[in-house]
Every structure is written in structure tokens, then in C-alpha cells.
Nanobody, 115 residues
Framework: QAQLVESGGGLVHTGGSLRLSCAASAISFSRNDMAWYRQAPGKERELVATITSSGGTTNYADSVSGRFTISRDNAKNTVYLQMNSLKTEDTAVYYC????????WGQGTQVIVSS
């Protein structure tokens, strides 16, 4: 059964950094474009960043462009999100999943940015 396990969240001050990880199992990870999503309290889940199967192309939401970097290690079936210059509006639960294919959502990892 497909499984996505996110980790690396925490509490940071504005301007700080975090690196999120998402380990995937039982999926054809290296064949799939992947993405990070986030859901803030009272808001719908939104797309944050995407990466193609080879890792050659990435795209970002305007709100995080220039601050976040998505990457992947196909040998480890893991996708990462490096988050720098964090803002209070980045506070959310962060999830990974396929960009096009969707598997059961993981538990996510909570990111809280305090001023």
C-alpha cells in the first residue's frame, strides 16, 4: 500500500529555515512528478512546489518563489522542501503527494512560523 511520510516541521521565528522531507513507499516514485502542498488553518490545501520525475524542472507558487527549493533523491524515494526566509503566512501543515497521480495523503508535518 502506498505510503507518504512527511517530517521536518517545527516552530521557527520569522526569517528562519526548515527542511522538510517526504519518504515514499510502494509507489513508482522515480516515474512520477512530485509536489509539496500546504493547508493553513481555515483554508483549502494549496500547491506549493512541483518537481518532475527526473528532478530537472521545478515550479513554485508565487508566494514561495525565491525562498523555497524543492528537490528529490530517487535512490531514496524521498522529496525535500528547503524553506528559507520563512514568514508567518507560511504557517501550515505541509504534505507531499504526486503532482498528477494522487495517493493517500500522509499525516503531514506542521510548520509554525512565529514573529
Amino acid at each position: 500500500q502506498a505510503q507518504l511520510v512527511e517530517s521536518g516541521g517545527g516552530l521557527v521565528h520569522t526569517g528562519g529555515s526548515l527542511r522538510l522531507s517526504c519518504a515514499a513507499s510502494a509507489i513508482s516514485f522515480s516515474r512520477n512528478d512530485m509536489a509539496w502542498y500546504r493547508q493553513a488553518p481555515g483554508k483549502e490545501r494549496e500547491l506549493v512546489a512541483t518537481i518532475t520525475s527526473s528532478g530537472g524542472t521545478t515550479n513554485y507558487a508565487d508566494s514561495v518563489s525565491g525562498r523555497f527549493t524543492i528537490s528529490r533523491d530517487n535512490a531514496k524515494n524521498t522529496v525535500y522542501l528547503q524553506m528559507n526566509s520563512l514568514k508567518t503566512e507560511d504557517t501550515a501543515v505541509y504534505y507531499c503527494n504526486g503532482r498528477w497521480s494522487k495517493w493517500k495523503w500522509g499525516q503531514g508535518t506542521q510548520v509554525i512560523v512565529s514573529s
